[in-house]
């Protein structure tokens, strides 16, 4: 049966304890092997508590900073897109308005053409509304016309 011991003296490790913890070992107290530290002073962290940790002043100024970044990237987020639906409010305005015209043009010439169809026909005194219709099919007399 094999049995573990600690080091008779606290604060050493090793096959004949002679070897010290690290300096910032919790309490003093390692592996009595390896020289790992069983835990670490407040401030260091690693295997052998030999690396500082963030202090606790460090880690609210990155913990407050956090939602200053996060607002200020939603806020550029919600500026680009007010900045592309004007964007896109103007374009289509403008492609309507040219579409209008467009129509609007081809409105008018029709209008134009009718114009000019009906000014173009002769107007007898026999094309009156007022006149009887049979009055209207009456071939005019071009014999008188020789």
Same mark, same amino acid.
């Given at each position: 049966? *094999?049995?573990?011991? #600690?080091?008779?003296?606290?604060?050493?490790? $090793?096959?004949?304890?002679?070897?010290?913890?690290?300096?910032? =070992?919790?309490? $003093?107290?390692?592996?009595?092997?390896? #020289?790992? =530290?069983?835990?670490?002073?407040?401030? /260091?962290?690693?295997?052998?508590?030999?690396?500082?940790?963030?202090?606790?002043?460090?880690?609210?100024?990155?913990?407050?900073s956090t939602p200053? /970044?996060?607002?200020?990237?939603?806020?550029?987020?919600?500026?680009?897109?007010? *900045?592309?639906? *004007?964007? &896109? %409010?103007? &374009?289509? &305005? &403008? =492609?309507?308005?040219?579409?209008?015209? $467009?129509?609007?043009?081809k409105h008018q010439?029709?209008?134009?053409?009718?114009?000019? %169809?009906?000014?173009?026909?002769?107007?007898?005194?026999?094309?009156? /509304?007022?006149?009887?219709?049979?009055?209207?099919?009456q071939e005019p007399? /071009?014999?008188?016309? %020789?």
């Amino acid at each position: 049966m *094999v049995s573990l011991k #600690g080091c008779p003296t606290p604060g050493y490790y $090793g096959e004949d304890c002679s070897l010290p913890c690290p300096q910032n =070992c919790q309490e $003093g107290h390692c592996h009595i092997v390896g #020289g790992t =530290c069983l835990g670490c002073v407040p401030g /260091y962290i690693g295997p052998t508590c030999d690396k500082n940790s963030p202090t606790s002043d460090q880690m609210s100024t990155c913990q407050s900073s956090t939602p200053f /970044y996060t607002s200020l990237a939603l806020l550029i987020f919600s500026g680009l897109m007010n *900045v592309f639906l *004007v964007l &896109r %409010q103007l &374009r289509n &305005r &403008r =492609c309507s308005t040219k579409k209008n015209a $467009g129509n609007t043009d081809k409105h008018q010439g029709r209008i134009n053409r009718k114009l000019e %169809q009906a000014t173009s026909l002769p107007m007898s005194a026999s094309n009156h /509304y007022e006149n009887d219709p049979e009055e209207t099919k009456q071939e005019p007399p /071009y014999d008188e016309l %020789q």
